[in-house]
């Protein structure tokens, strides 16, 4: 079963990564490595191969893949000679990239998307796409009624200038555009994407799935094994404190206080999620350009056990965010495939396992999310 | 259901605090925080209460439970207010323990302990009683011909004196003493113990319980959790190497290269166990006196990401080894008794979750132990 | 040579283990672990004795020494024991602790902490009195004229009313008071202090020292140590960050978004003195309340071997603030009060050896300004 | 000047690191990072240039200065865009490459080397040679009389044959021959060496500066301005612990007992000598093949506080290996060169700043070495 998946930010670190990633499995140049969907309890599962993967996607800035993934060669990121014996494959990749579409309203926008990604469809001869965004993380946007309903969105869409405040914040009008084009619809930042109300309206309208939000991928997917921990352990966990550092793309938008302050809070949420109730401390992000990629997260864990006594566990990730983060893209592509294949529609709540900060009420231990995982994609 | 709990290695410090702790429960003095049969999961479970335990034990070095008390306090181990405040408490505990008997030949030693262990069970009219291995770590044992059965091993323990090479180490007399007492058995600690064939036959003879090995209290209680992280997200360990410092009696006895050897091993069997390859890197164990009982650990791991990208986790675990171990003796105690009264006989294999190196063919991962655990404990 | 050591934030954690300290060294219940003043090099050098040091001082909110001491002792920041056996020596010293004055004018409020002062001097026959502000940091003030010359300065402290926006922070009130009762002023803190040209021109009026800022106590001493480290190795360093977690009064005063700035800039700009420019990366600073004065820091520093090659190193802090401020105090008084008695008036250069952010244009490497310490104390 | 470097172990990762590097600087491709005697204070001093630098050297086992380089790019050590730049430089390095000797006796041999120095000093028309031992790390040699004195030596060198054991161990034997051609000698690792009373003799009678011992490039270095730290601040460390894991054939060898001792036991030396006690706790070598070059290295340091208050500093240091080390190989060839030119004899105790072990009693805080360093190189 072929299948497409369309990346919003397809110019970016996580895009180019998952891209060349999925040729080089293609090519049979590497093994899926950090792919979960690639673990033997899900091998029989029947996904789209990783072989079976088209790519296209918009950017806002367009740059060619050949020289994206160079440059993150370069950085350390992707083995270089890996993108050098892909080198021939760029091209055909590169043909499917367009610029964001910019209407006169956010309703032409939209139809723009929709006709960009159908069109894509059409000329690969593709059942199923997914719309995935894997854009730099956008700040909160501000309340707006127009959010609450569906027909009284497509109304606010169409009479809002692109001169005046916009309706929807960008990952929520790709969401819309997708659902509107019939395809699936992953956000693996932490912008709004899906979730509002009028958006879950137009996807169960249509029939069709929506995983979410900010993907797993350092500091929180260790808070989601060590915090279950403390919990089987009956141990009271006093404080939690995080300092993040990482440059990128990424690291430069976060910097900016409204981002930093949604990205923070969902860290902490996954542990007031497992314990029970917030410890002491909080989350810090700070911007060091020469990290690029390669993220690095410091933790300190204050404890007490047994009749008081103070301990701690400290420890430090050092991981490369696109590194970690394309594997899950391509986990999430299957995964996303499959379930709008067999019918499901509405937000996939057993895709919690990729997320920081998941749709529907779940448990946050990984443990139990995985167990999930397993049993949504195996079936009954 | 009052029941008792024989303690080998009672002076020390785990037994001591485990004394403390009990008896600070049972005076409504501190809150079962590091007790996971405390869990709200295993609230209903039909135990024997915190203080509803009887403590006795055997040790080879005697000294007050108000000494060691006032010497963990000062070490900061123990608050110095709940010694104070137990302080009337000690004398009748210090009644119960017993300098380790010592006859001609070990079938007279083994007559001895059990004798001990019948007069305290009669004393107090204990239904059941639980004999658990505290003591410092035994260097491995020769094989010997008679650890295969029963009746071979009697017939050496009988006419091997004690001024030749022992049949049996230490931990496996008094397991075999305690089942000729009609006690369970629990290795709290790496040696022997229970873990030759002619005392699981002798265990199956009489239809009695046994547990062990090795309390999983610090880096080991992490590896359980972190490697299975890895193996979720189908992430390929390169490395894994622990040095582990610590004070106090065991540090030192692990400072013997034959100890050490043992316990590293057993620290690196998890890993095997639950990435199911074993990666480079070994465990070391340093003794530095001045730590006392406040070992710490740091382990670092690296390993490959998505398209072979190198990353490293490193953590740093600062814990009190006593108060990390107590709770676990006393979940350990009320669930053994538990499982002795409701006729289970043999290795308590769902009790894996308490140690570095399990009884049985389990899962090393943390939360398929503690689901194993609560199956057990909540019954059918 | 009796010295009076008047504290500004007399009833504090810093004042009160300065205090407790000095009464433990004068009564041969410790050593002066941490008194630089007591290195062997030092040993000879003609200062007063910590036996000779009288101390009074002054808060805005009061609370007996004993009680503060004993809920440092039960923090684990002072031995219990050692509080305990000074019971009887704390009620001479909290009859010398006054609450800070407050009249209609910040003229009037200067001339009655000039007159406790003056007062606490004579009672004790001292001939010399050092005033140390070791209160929590202020916000940095805004800038007024009056801080450009004696003269206008006391113009102003006579009429601006206490309801109008005062001319002079406290810390800066202080330093001006001490300067009116002929004693030295040391500022422990990131505050103002005697940072002003009206208050330089009282003091080289009055012949009186000074020194200052912001006592060198954890993550700024190691980055004093390893920078160096880095220049003397002609290492580039790429980035250098830092997270602070402390809690604690100064903890919950610092997470003020103005102060945390204050202190963050003086953090870096250690290391552009010493490195010669300014790496990547900053300082955070976090208040974690359960970890009290136990300050905990970690520090990332990334640098270029040679040939481009990427290293890093990291390190983890945690000491005890008050623990590690209070002996440096006792130094500095005795610095302090040995200097004025020689004559010496105006910035206390080469006290730089104590302060994050020192008078003066002064070496920031620790090796630098021990020599130059060791030089003023012991003399041509 | 143009000065020869001739390398013992010259296929290794030091020898290919120095020589790239060098090769690099000649060609202007890379700036002298890392090479402390192109620091500031230094540039001033009349030493052989770096690109007057001429190499050859011996090794036990051949391999292209090419290839090696080669693997070292791709493990990361050295960037690939360099060893391609340089690749037409490589064929005449390798030109001067010679396996090491081999001949009936132990004088047979040294002749040999002395032979093959000669001949690269007369082809290259080199005023100085320097003979710098990188090879790797030598198991400790049994003492033997003969290194007593220079006659005894030379006739035990005569008659004792290749199937006995050996006199001197090799990094002694190539001391031996360096002097006897007329060479200056340093030795990079913990080997013996120079240091035998004989090879002292030698060395003054033909007036040759030697130095050594074990360059120092990672956690020692840190030893070096740390334990100062403490000794300043007049502070009592209680424990210093070091784990060291690494990989490359440094580490493969060290895994050996022998080696290791001899490594740990300079390392914990350098304590003793900065603090004037040896504190709690030791240092552990740990092989883990897939480090490669990077080692990283953990240290847990724990001290007292004023009035006892227990506090801990740990880090991690994560480096590679051969170029931290290369760089100082250059600066030590420029150095000893010009050393040997100003009529230098004997150990070059001022050299103590580039050595864990150094010669001569002299301090071990890097601050003071460095200024002796300056000094030296300086001159009067």
């Known amino acids: ?146 959010h609450a309903g ?7 869409l169409e009479t809002t200038l692109a001169s005046q405040e916009q309706v929807l914040p960008p990952s929520s009008l790709y969401a819309y555009a997708a659902f509107r084009a019939g395809c699936s619809y992953v956000d693996f930042t932490p912008s709004t994407g899906a979730r509002l109300p009028a958006l879950a309206e137009l996807a169960r309208d249509r029939g069709l799935p929506y995983a979410g939000h900010d993907g797993k991928t350092g500091e929180t997917l260790l808070k989601s ?64 350009a020469s990290l690029g990629d390669f993220k690095t997260a410091w933790d300190l864990v204050t404890f007490s056990g047994f009749l008081g006594t103070p301990m701690r566990v400290q420890f430090t990730w050092e991981g490369c965010d696109s590194a970690l983060a394309a594997p899950l893209v391509l986990d999430l592509a299957r995964s996303t495939v499959a379930a709008h294949e067999a019918g499901h529609a509405g937000p996939l709540v057993p895709l919690a396992y990729f997320f920081k900060d998941p749709l529907g009420d779940t448990d946050h231990a990984l443990h139990a999310q995985w167990e999930a995982l397993c049993a949504f994609l195996t079936g009954p």
């Open 1 to 146: 079963m072929r299948a497409g998946v369309w990346l919003i930010g397809a110019c970016g670190s996580v895009a180019t990564t998952t891209i060349v990633g999925a040729l080089a499995l293609r090519n049979g140049l590497a093994d899926p490595v950090g792919c979960v969907t690639a673990h033997p309890a899900l091998r029989e599962v029947p996904l789209p191969g990783f072989a079976d993967l088209v790519f296209g996607g918009h950017d806002v800035v367009m740059s060619p893949v050949a020289k994206k993934a160079g440059q993150l060669a370069a950085a350390g990121v992707l083995p270089a000679r890996l993108v050098e014996a892909l080198d021939a494959e760029f091209g055909q990749v590169a043909a499917e990239l367009r610029p964001a579409p910019a209407g006169a309203t956010q309703a032409q926008t939209a139809a723009g998307i929709a006709r960009d990604i159908t069109s894509f469809a059409r000329r690969h001869r593709l059942d199923r796409v997914v719309v995935i965004n894997v854009a730099s993380t956008e700040p909160a946007p501000r309340p707006h009624p127009a």
């Open 150 to 156: 569906l027909a009284t969105l497509e109304k606010a």
């Open 225 to 288: 094994v060590l915090a279950p921990m403390f919990v089987m352990r009956n141990l009271a966990v006093r404080s939690w404190s995080g300092a993040n550092l990482l440059g990128g793309g990424d690291g430069a938008n976060l910097a900016d206080p409204g981002a930093n302050a949604a990205k923070s809070a969902s860290k902490q949420r996954v542990l007031n999620e497992i314990l029970g109730y917030l410890p002491d401390g909080g989350t810090s992000i700070g911007y060091v």
